[in-house]
């Protein structure tokens, strides 16, 4: 679920991008907003300690001009089609097409969410597992050929 998460930030980054280009527009600062504590810790921390798949979709987060900031599953919008919402309401849903009132107005006022991250909490500890396999050369015989 995390690495889903870390791939929405950038789906969230390139459709930014995407959209700057298409309208002709200059670069500018885009704010992301994100309830996934472990792909936000993984994009705020710099330890070169993760999967190679992780590492290499944080560096892309990283070289975008982009901000990033932590909101409660409660108040994400995102949520809301996920949450059982029935689609005859989701038209009046004013959160869904607008997004948080919270969020609406300048930066200033927005909320400041912060989140208390653990090192040792099980969705950001994923851990690469080997086997090491030996193949015996000489007489191993899966198969007798000689049968056919």
């Not at 930030?9 to 309208?23: M, N, P, S």
């Not at 994100?34 to 070169?48: E, F, I, P, Q, T």
């Not at 994400?76 to 989701?90: C, E, F, H, Q, V």
């Amino acid at each position: 679920m995390p690495r889903s998460e870390l791939l929405a930030i950038i789906i969230g980054i390139r459709a930014a991008q995407f959209v700057l280009k298409q309208l002709d527009l200059e670069p500018v600062q885009v704010t992301l907003w994100s309830d996934s504590k472990c792909a936000l810790h993984w994009v705020r921390n710099h330890s070169r300690l993760q999967l190679t798949f992780i590492q290499n979709q944080v560096e892309e987060i990283r070289n975008a001009n982009s901000s990033f900031r932590y909101i409660p599953s409660d108040f994400n919008p995102a949520n809301i089609a996920t949450r059982g919402l029935l689609l005859s309401k989701l038209g009046n849903y004013q959160q869904w097409w607008k997004g948080s009132k919270r969020l609406a107005g300048d930066e200033r006022d927005w909320p400041l969410w912060e989140f208390n991250f653990k090192e040792n909490d099980e969705e950001v500890n994923v851990v690469a597992k080997a086997r090491q396999s030996t193949i015996a050369r000489g007489s191993l015989r899966l198969l007798g050929v000689s049968r056919f």
